[in-house]
């Protein structure tokens, strides 16, 4: 009886404390947007970097035809994510991961439980990136240099664009070239002759083997050089079905040789 009486107090203090009102429920998340920046590990920025955002629902991942966001960082290193129609599901986290440029580059992986989003159906924060160690930028010299892109259904990193820069003479620039994807290769065989003049370096680069199975015949590529020699984005003047996405490509230099033979 004591027992009895002791609860039925407590319960009356709790409802007496609440305003005698029912708990409000938070509305469930139904979008994330995520922005920031993607800092190599002395705090600067990495530009050309691929920030990627990923969703998960509590017990089972998304639906596998909906994959994971991108985009790729700005000179700044800023970038934005985001994803929508989860709602009626729970959101149990999110990650946001960095990419360095380059086939090689780090990766990294912050992951935000979904108790810790902001409240309201759509969730927006900020969270900066940290990723490294980062490879240099490349310059026109000898040496091999390699890009990843991003394919809409495949996402970062299914296939990547790599120089082997063989020869330079005063503007002209001369080497091999190679484009890997999850699915088939074109080259390694190929050949570019480029030229580079008033801070661009300007590529042509052809497959010295057609293969029955490839449509890709030519690609030309625009790459800003700055005035310390370094490569910006590339940006594609034109593809004739070499690449599954005609975006820019940020390139790195590579340290271990390995793409061609």
Not at 8 to 15: E, F, K, M, T, Y
Not at 110 to 132: C, Y
Request: glycine share 14%.
């Amino acid at each position: 009886m004591r027992v009895s009486m002791v609860a039925g107090v407590l319960v009356a203090a709790a409802a007496l404390a609440c305003g005698d009102s029912p708990t409000q429920e938070l509305e469930p998340v139904t979008s994330v947007r995520a922005e920031g920046r993607v800092l190599d590990l002395a705090g600067a920025p990495v530009p050309g970097a691929f920030a990627v955002l990923h969703v998960w629902l509590s017990g089972k991942n998304l639906d596998p035809a909906r994959q994971p966001t991108h985009d790729g960082a700005g000179p700044d290193g800023a970038f934005t994510v985001g994803a929508d129609g989860f709602a009626g599901a729970v959101l149990d986290s999110i990650g946001l991961e960095a990419v360095a440029p380059g086939c090689r580059g780090p990766r990294s992986m912050k992951v935000i439980r979904g108790d810790e989003l902001p409240e309201g159906p759509e969730a927006s924060l900020t969270e900066d990136l940290m990723v490294g160690p980062v490879a240099a930028a490349p310059t026109t010299g000898l040496g091999e240099v390699c890009a990843i892109g991003a394919e809409p259904f495949w996402g970062v990193g299914s296939y990547s664009l790599a120089l082997s820069i063989d020869a330079t003479d005063g503007g002209l620039v001369e080497g091999r070239w190679t484009v890997g994807y999850q699915r088939t290769t074109v080259g390694p065989d190929g050949t570019f002759a480029g030229v580079q003049s008033g801070g661009i370096l300007a590529l042509l680069l052809t497959p010295a083997t057609a293969y029955p199975w490839e449509d890709c015949s030519e690609l030309r590529l625009a790459i800003p050089v700055s005035a310390a020699g370094a490569w910006g984005r590339a940006e594609v003047m034109a593809d004739d079905g070499c690449l599954p996405l005609p975006e820019g490509l940020t390139f790195a230099t590579q340290a271990e040789p390995g793409y061609f033979p």
